[in-house]
């Protein structure tokens, strides 16, 4: 970080403080982290870690889609079935 600084008091939810210093390694390493996320949002860039962390999520999200849409093709073909029986 360079020595151009400027303290700041921050309201954040109660399990932030936590969540921080373990993302950034540490108390003494919290203002180099918030430092280093907001320059990398404003620049539009996203950590290499986040983009890992999204594909993951994304196929995650991914997978139940498909399988959301195979119930529904059985349950639309058993809809079928009970309107011609009916």
């Known amino acids: 970080m360079d020595d151009n600084v400027t303290r700041m008091n921050l309201i954040v939810g109660d399990d932030i403080p936590d969540k ?3 993302l950034a390694g540490g108390k003494r390493r919290m203002g180099e982290h918030i430092t280093e996320l907001v ?3 404003y620049a539009g860039v ?3 870690e986040e983009v890992g962390l999204l ?3 994304v196929k995650l999200v ?3 889609i498909d399988e959301i ?3 529904l093709v059985q349950m639309e073909r058993r809809l079928e ?3 011609r029986g009916l």
Do not use: F, M, Y
Request: charge should be positive; aromatic fraction near 0%; hydrophobic fraction near 40%.
């Open 81 to 83: 079935q009970l309107q």
């Open 69 to 71: 849409d195979a119930r």
């Open 46 to 48: 996203v950590p290499q």
């Open 39 to 41: 320059r990398a949002a």
């Open 20 to 22: 921080l210093r373990q």
């Open 55 to 57: 594909t993951a999520s």
């Open 62 to 64: 991914s997978a139940r």
